[in-house]
């Protein structure tokens, strides 16, 4: 079996699944943030006075944060009340993190669990092995009621990567390279299994980024599959014991991919799709009103620390807004303690709270009409950063800062690093 019908086989209580097969299942741990007030409304008209578990509930607040109207600040405060009333005790308030961030750092997540989230990049916790993937207010309404849910047992990818990547070229170039070739629809409810030599050498941040893009081309979950990196980076913080599922060596794979990773360089997204891929340097010179470095794609300590390392004492191009949003409060902390947070302040960025931020275009720094917007973020949609005749171009955060500097899109190879080395977090 594959990583995928190991896992839903064993929260099934069966000795095996198929493909195709509806299962019912109880998970480990599920995920709502301020489309937690929805879920609370659908509970409340189920009529059950309790949730299921408590303690298996984490709602972090990070979409809307801090409020931008009246109406979110009512549905947070709707939130607040029932987690007090409710005792769930896993409620992380505002500036505390993007919620993908928070479950993996706050050790929510273990391999071989099934985590189950009101947000599509749910996906993002495969990265240590765990089956994670997003479902609709309605199902996470039953779940909380019952604490049961059925899944159909998807298909699997696999894609294998293998070569060492080019100075420059990172995780994000990566995936959307390979999202490119497999299109929007290519992987639909189906699991992504990443494999191979370029994946091993891969810290948990880069792991992280593929499988959290892996919904951009209609994965169901997507897997990175546990071996030293991980329980290095888990033993740091969690001290639970875990069971972590491998697939079977004969595993039955719907389809099998190879990429060389040594020939891929610099990508970048286009408007107005995420499969519209194409090497950075055939969009180079277009002029852009704002960068982004952030989200739960690219909003770590080693995606600020690329771009520090290449923006140096260099200044954003004067007619740039340059935005940084860390993924959560430790990351937050940690460029203060590196000296990260003083190169990305003094190049003339503007620093926002831990968060999601204006990447699903609600606050913080939204497009008017006509703007260009070069951004570390998940989707590029019509309208998705603010006005529909604005348009969003995806990228890493070394082709970003390098954009950011020269007022244009920009392959960073251009531009030379005077920081040194990035710093990489295990």
């Known amino acids: 079996m594959t990583l995928a019908q190991k896992i839903l086989a064993s929260k099934a209580g069966k000795p095996s699944v198929q493909t195709g097969e509806i299962v019912e299942v109880e998970p480990d741990r599920v995920m709502s943030h301020d489309n937690a007030a929805l879920v609370i409304r659908q509970f409340q008209e189920i009529g059950v006075q309790r949730v299921w578990n408590p303690d298996k509930i984490v709602i972090p607040l990070d979409h809307r944060t801090p409020a931008e109207s009246t109406k979110t600040a009512n549905a947070h405060q709707i939130i607040r009340e029932f987690v007090k009333a409710q005792c769930i005790l896993k409620f992380y308030e505002i500036g505390e993190g993007i919620c993908h961030q928070i479950m993996v750092e706050k050790g929510h997540v273990l391999p071989g669990q099934l985590v189950l989230g009101t947000d599509s990049h749910t996906t993002s916790y495969g990265c240590i092995g ?11 309404a039953g779940i909380w009621a019952t604490g049961k849910t059925w899944l159909k047992v998807p298909r699997t990818l696999q894609i294998t990567i293998q070569g060492t990547l080019k100075k420059n070229v990172f995780a994000k170039d ?26 091993d050498g891969m810290t948990i941040s880069e792991r992280f980024t593929l499988c959290n893009l892996s919904m951009e081309m209609g994965a169901k979950c997507a897997f990175v599959k546990v071996d030293g990196k991980s329980e290095r980076y888990l033993s740091q913080i969690h001290n639970s014991r875990y069971d972590a599922i491998y697939a079977d060596l004969d595993a039955n794979y719907d389809r099998v991919l190879s990429f060389d990773a040594s020939s891929i360089e610099s990508q970048i997204a286009y408007p107005h799709q995420v499969e519209n891929v194409a090497p950075v340097r055939q969009f180079a010179g277009r002029k852009i009103n704002q960068a982004l470095i952030g989200s739960c794609t690219n909003g770590r300590l080693d995606d600020f620390a690329v771009a520090a390392s290449i923006l140096g004492k260099r200044k954003v191009h004067p007619d740039v807004r340059l935005l940084i949003i860390p993924a959560s409060r ?40 006509g703007e260009v917007c070069i951004s570390t973020t998940n989707r590029n949609f019509k309208g998705r950063m603010g006005s529909p005749q604005s348009e969003v171009f995806l990228a890493s955060p070394a082709t970003v800062a390098a954009s950011a500097i020269r007022g244009e899109i920009t392959p960073p190879e251009s531009i030379h690093s005077i920081t040194g080395n990035p710093i990489h977090v295990r």
């Open 174 to 199: 990566l995936i959307l390279h390979i999202i490119g070739k497999v299109r929007a629809d290519g992987a639909d409810y189906q699991s992504v299994e990443f494999s191979g030599d370029t994946v």
């Open 330 to 369: 430790s990351v937050y902390l940690d460029m203060i303690r590196q000296g990260i947070l003083e190169i990305l302040v003094d190049s003339g960025a503007v620093v926002c709270n831990p968060g999601c931020g204006p990447c699903l275009g609600a606050h913080q720094g939204i497009l008017g009409d």
């Open 130 to 140: 765990a089956f994670s993937t997003g479902i609709g207010a309605t199902e996470m």
